[in-house]
């Protein structure tokens, strides 16, 4: 089994899974159905994605987790945008979701490429 857990994109996704948990405490109980419960799935999607690709026997399924990964943090970006138009929250916290998404992007978009780079070899 793959030590999915010392993964630096692993623990940042983690990370902002707890942010945007904290930054949704607040948003109005009529949302708890609806917007608030979508965020949620996006984001533990992230990290889940991440570790389930890393449980799978070849190269191929484990890429193909990690874009799934990828698409939920495109999900959940585009929920944060929805929220904050709505004024669901102020702007310095969805700036601080916003930077931390765009980080975790990156490290994702790494992390893949090597995958595919290894899955070449």
Same mark, same amino acid.
């Given at each position: 089994?793959?030590?999915? +857990?010392?993964?630096?994109?692993?623990? #940042?996704?983690?990370?902002?899974? !707890?942010?945007?948990?904290? $930054?949704?405490?607040?948003?109005?109980?009529?949302?708890?159905?609806?917007? %608030? $419960?979508?965020? !949620?799935?996006?984001?533990?999607?992230?990290?889940?994605?991440?570790?389930?690709?890393?449980?799978? *026997?070849? +190269? +191929?399924? %484990?890429?193909?987790?990690?874009?799934?990964?990828?698409?939920?943090?495109?999900?959940?970006? %585009?929920?944060?945008?929805?929220?904050?138009?709505?004024?669901?929250?102020?702007?310095?916290?969805?700036?601080?979701?916003?930077?931390?998404?765009?980080?975790?992007? *990156?490290?994702? #978009?790494?992390?893949?490429?090597? #995958? *595919?780079? $290894?899955?070449? !070899?």
């Amino acid at each position: 089994m793959s030590n999915y +857990k010392t993964l630096e994109v692993w623990k #940042n996704s983690m990370q902002l899974v !707890k942010n945007v948990y904290s $930054a949704i405490k607040e948003f109005p109980k009529d949302e708890l159905y609806g917007l %608030t $419960a979508q965020i !949620k799935r996006a984001a533990v999607s992230i990290p889940a994605n991440i570790a389930e690709g890393l449980g799978r *026997q070849t +190269k +191929k399924d %484990t890429i193909h987790f990690l874009h799934i990964s990828r698409g939920s943090l495109y999900e959940l970006d %585009t929920l944060l945008n929805i929220a904050f138009l709505n004024g669901l929250f102020p702007e310095p916290k969805y700036l601080e979701l916003n930077s931390q998404i765009v980080k975790t992007l *990156q490290i994702l #978009n790494g992390f893949i490429n090597y #995958n *595919q780079k $290894a899955e070449l !070899k």
